[in-house]
């Protein structure tokens, strides 16, 4: 894998920078918070995801802290959104199509980078998911509303199935930029199907209510 190091890094911060843009634009429109609500909370979506991977890989400091580009992409991200906030407000799809762009790209380098760090095929999915839901969860947590990943159309489910491309062309020895851009692309379009036909993972059935 450390020969795909240049691909991975390209992706996850095309996605930081999505996941910026996300963020700042949600803050935006929910909260109306000033620039330094709006910078921090789109840092915040961008980076959040990353963080919780390394912690819990125990790659200390997390690489968004110990690289500076991925600081810096988040940070222009959140001040492009702040800036163009209007215009790009006008397309309604637009957060949403950020937030799986974002989901995508980090589902797919999330794995990646775990599998590099010499972990087993099951812990790579599995941080490859929580890289890709995490910051979007610190993101709808710190603007008080339940996580997208625990209530909206298929979230959970295009990162997982992202990971586990990843792995699978890890295993036979063909990851590289094609693989990684199948996988995300994956994500991205099971992602924006469950938006625009309203899918969803399947839910427990109700309980009948005590008529007392």
Do not use: K, W
């Not at 610190?138 to 909206?152: K, M, Q, W, Y």
């Amino acid at each position: 894998m450390s020969s795909d190091l240049s691909v991975l890094l390209v992706l996850d911060l095309a996605g930081t920078f999505a996941f910026a843009l996300n963020g700042a634009l949600t803050a935006i429109r929910i909260v109306r918070v000033d620039i330094v609500g709006t910078v921090t909370l789109g840092m915040l979506t961008a980076m959040g995801g990353g963080i919780l991977r390394d912690v819990l890989m125990g790659s200390l400091p997390p690489t968004t802290f110990s690289d500076y580009r991925y600081l810096v992409v988040a940070a222009l991200g959140s001040l492009v959104a702040f800036a163009f906030a209007r215009a790009l407000g006008r397309f309604g799809t637009t957060i949403d199509v950020l937030d799986a762009a974002g989901l995508s790209l980090f589902a797919a380098t999330g794995t990646a980078v775990a599998l590099d760090f010499g972990l087993g095929a099951g812990q790579a999915v599995i941080l490859g998911a929580i890289s890709a839901v995490g910051g979007g969860t610190l993101r709808d947590v710190t603007v008080g509303r339940v996580p997208v990943v625990l209530t909206s159309e298929l979230y959970a489910i295009p990162a997982l199935s992202a990971a586990v491309l990843v792995v699978a062309a890890s295993a036979l020895g063909v990851y590289g930029l094609t693989a990684a851009l199948v996988a995300a692309g994956t994500c991205f379009a099971l992602r924006l199907a469950g938006i625009r036909f309203n899918l969803h993972a399947p839910q427990p059935r109700q309980a009948p209510r005590d008529r007392g």
